[in-house]
């Protein structure tokens, strides 16, 4: 939930300490946010000998997050193995249209990202400003130290802004928030600036 990254040599010290029989599931749902060229793309490591699963989904970049659809690159036997587990049509046809095009819409995905590089550097200089401690993130959220994550969340709620409180993930002190719009951004940090002075 932080938004952080590790590098390519610690994935290659995390490959090379796995034994070969275990399993290695890559969640890669916001590997399109990240600009470090120095993280990983986990599907340059498949092989014959590893057991790695690289998973993404359409929900994040795509801006496809209503259909629920995501997938698994791995060795031929390892689809196999989830094929037959898997839930009868649990893709509809609308869905993978809708997977299809937004693989297409490259001038969709050059806007959000510049949108979300926007947003991340304004909210930066809001949460410095207003003196709230944040993790440095390589996604499209920030984890925010608050203070009292849940009390924020439901001052939030109840002006119309929706942040994710972070007490089930162990950081009681925290929410997690999205980049939005501009408009929607200065609407969280006016929000935000009430919420906090009203904690004090």
């Known amino acids: 939930?932080?938004?952080?990254?590790?590098?390519?040599?610690?994935?290659?010290?995390?490959?090379?300490?796995?034994?070969?029989?275990?399993?290695?599931?890559?969640?890669?749902?916001?590997?399109?946010f990240v600009r470090d060229s120095d993280y990983p793309d986990s599907m340059e490591d498949h092989d014959d000998r590893r057991l790695i699963i690289t998973l993404r989904t359409f929900s994040k970049i795509f801006g496809l997050a209503g259909i629920r659809v995501g997938y698994a690159v791995a060795r031929p036997d390892m689809i196999q193995m989830l094929d037959k587990v898997r839930q009868p049509f649990n893709v509809t046809s609308l869905a993978q249209v809708a997977a299809i095009a937004g693989m297409d819409d490259r001038a969709h995905i050059a806007r959000t990202l510049q949108v979300n590089a926007e947003g991340m550097t304004y909210l930066e200089g809001e949460f410095a400003r207003l003196e709230l401690p944040f993790v440095p993130s390589h996604a499209n959220f920030f984890l925010v130290d608050v203070g009292d994550g849940r009390a924020v969340y439901d001052k939030l709620l109840r002006k119309g802004v929706i942040v994710r409180p972070?007490?089930?993930?162990?950081?009681?002190?925290?929410?997690?928030?999205?980049?939005?719009?501009?408009e929607e951004n200065r609407r969280l940090v006016a929000a935000l600036g009430e919420a906090i002075g009203a904690q004090s």
Do not use: N
């Open 166 to 182: 972070m007490h089930g993930y162990g950081y009681p002190r925290h929410v997690r928030i999205s980049v939005g719009l501009p």
């Open 1 to 32: 939930p932080t938004g952080t990254i590790y590098r390519r040599a610690e994935w290659k010290r995390f490959l090379e300490r796995v034994p070969d029989h275990v399993v290695i599931a890559a969640d890669e749902a916001y590997f399109e």
